[in-house]
C-alpha cells in the first residue's frame, strides 16, 4: 500500500516537472521572438515559420500583422527616404523606419557605357555602389516594407525581371511598390521628359503585375514663385490611365500643394476603395501642421500616407492624435459627412433662418446645430457691401459669418444672396476667411438662375453664376434655384433638363433647390434630378410665407422616397417637426 502511495506521488511529481519544463520553453520561445522583433528591423518575415505575405497585399496589413502598428492608420507608417547607396541602406536598415523608399535607375544611364543593370541612384547620379540585386538580398533581410521609384523607363523591364525571380527562388513576402512620376503636373512644362505612362503600366502587367502601383505627377514648386496647383484636368487624366487596373493604387501627391487640390484628391479616392494617396515633402517645402490636419480630417485614416519630415512630422501626429479636437473641414463638402446624422438622413438635419444681430446670436446660443440660412442684401449707406438682409441696423456679411465661425457648435452656411452683384464680394470674404484658416464649417451659395429655356430677366445667368464661382472661390457647395415665376406648373421636363445640363460635369457638390408646393406636381422632375450624378442632391424648402404645412405635404412625401441621404428639408421649425412627426409614426 505504502509502495502505491509513492509510486503515485512520484507520477504526479513527474507530470508537474513536464509542465514546468513546457512552461519554461515556451516563455523562452517568446522572449526570443521579442528580442527579434525589437531588433531594429533585422527580424525578417521569412525567419517565422508559416508567415506570408503576398507582395501586392496592404502595406498597413503587412504591418498590423508584424505588431508594428495597432490599427490601420497610415499616419502611423514611417518611412525612410532614399535609402540608395549602401551606407545609406545600412542606415536605413538600422533605423525604426517601416517602409524604405529607393531610387532606381540605369547604370551609365544615357552615355556610351550606358548597361541593363538596375542601380540605386537618384538623377543626376547614374552609377552606384548597390544594385538593385545587392539592394534587395540585403532589405530582404529585414522586415522593410518596399517602394522602389523609376527615374527612367529603361531601369523598369529589368528590375520587375529581378523582383519576379527573386518572388519565385526565395520569397519577397511583404509589400512592394512600384512607382515613377508618369504624368506632367503642376509648374513642369511638357518637353520635361517624364517615364512613359503606358510602357510603365503595361511592363507591371506582363512582368510583376503582384505589386501596388504608385504613379505619380512631375511636379516643380519654388518657394518664392507663384506656384500652380494640381488641376482636375491632371487628376483626371491619371484616372483615366488606372481606371482599369485591378491593384492596388496609391498617388504621390506633393504635400505643400495638397490642400488647394483637395477636392479634386476627394473625387479621386472616391473612384475605387483600392485607391490610397501619399503625401511627400522636399525637405523644404513649406509644409503646414494645418494643411495635413486639414487633409487627415477630411478623408479615412487608412487612405492617406504621410512621408513627410520632422520636425513637421511630429508636431504633426502630436496634434493629430489628440480626442475631441476640432475638425478643420472642407467647406464644399458633404452635409451627411459633417453632421453625421442619425442613419445617414437628412431629414435630421434642422435648418434655421436668421436675419438681424439678435436672431443669430439666440441661435448660436440656444440652439444645437444645423444649417444657418442667411440672406444677403445691401444697405444703401453701404451698397455693394454685403450685409444680412432684413436687418434693421447695418449687420455686415463680415461680422455674421465671424460670429458663426467662432462657435464650437457644428453650423452650416448658407448664403442666399438676392442680386448678382453682390455675389463676388460675398465670395472674397469667404476666400479670405479660407485663407485665414477660420472657414472649417460647410458652406452653401445659393441664387436663383436664368439659363436655356428657363431664361428669365432679372436673374443671373447660369453660366456667370458658375464662372464667377470658379474665378474667386470655387470651395463650396453650389446651390441653384429657378425662376419662382416660372414653377406654376411645377418643376417640368425642360426646367429640369436644362438645369441638370447646365451643372452637369462640375467637381463641385450641387443642389438643386426646389420649393414643395410646385414640387408636389413634379414626380418625374424628381426622379431627373434624383439620377442627374451621385454628386447632386435636392434641397425642398417650406416655409410659412409659402403656404400652410398641408400646401407642401405631397411634394415633400415625394421627394422622401429613396437616397434619403441626397435629400435635405429647408423647414420652418413647425413644418419640420410635423413633417418628422408624419414620417417617422406613418
Known sequence: MEKRVIEKKARCMSREACTMAAVGIFVALVLVVVTIFSMNGSFSPDHVPGFTFPTDGDMQDYLLDLSLIQKKDGLLVSWYHSANNKSEMEKALKSDAMVLEADVNIE??????QTSIPIMAHPPDIYSDNTLQEWLDAVLKSNKGIKLDFKTIESVGPSLDILKK???ESGINRPVWLNADILHGPNVPGFIEVVNATSFLNLIQEKFPNATISPGWQVLYVSLLP???????????????LKNVTQKVTFPIRAVMGKNAWPHFKWLLEQSPSYSLTLWQEKDDPVTVEDLLFIRDNSQPDQIYYDIYDPVLSAFKEVAFQPNRSRRFYSGGNLIDYFKPRNSDGIYIQWHSI??????????????????????????????VPTVDG????????????????????????????SQELLSPSLALLKHLNERKFLYNPTWINMDVSYGRFA??????????????????PYVTIAPGWPKELLVQGYTKPLVEDMTSLFKGLWQEVSYQLQAVPLGKSLLAIQMLQQSSP????????????????TGYKGLILVRGRNTDKVFYNLHKDYSNNFARDVFTS
Open 535 to 550: 454628386r447632386h442632391s435636392l434641397t425642398v424648402e417650406h416655409q410659412l410665407e409659402q403656404g400652410s404645412y398641408m
Open 355 to 384: 436675419d438681424n444681430r439678435i436672431t443669430l446670436m439666440t441661435l448660436l446660443k440656444e440652439g444645437d446645430s444645423g444649417m444657418i440660412v442667411v440672406p444677403v442684401g445691401e444697405t444703401q449707406s453701404n451698397p455693394g
Open 456 to 473: 428669365t430677366p432679372g436673374y443671373i445667368g447660369g453660366d456667370q453664376f458658375i464662372k464667377e464661382i470658379n474665378k474667386v472661390f
Open 166 to 168: 527573386k518572388a519565385l
Open 227 to 241: 506656384n500652380k496647383t494640381y488641376t482636375r484636368a491632371m487628376v483626371e487624366d491619371m484616372y483615366e490611365l
Open 391 to 418: 436687418s434693421d441696423v447695418d449687420f455686415q456679411l463680415q461680422e455674421c459669418l465671424d460670429l458663426i465661425l467662432v462657435s464650437p457648435k457644428p453650423w452650416g452656411i448658407y448664403l442666399k444672396i438676392k
Open 108 to 113: 551609365g544611364y544615357n552615355t556610351d557605357g
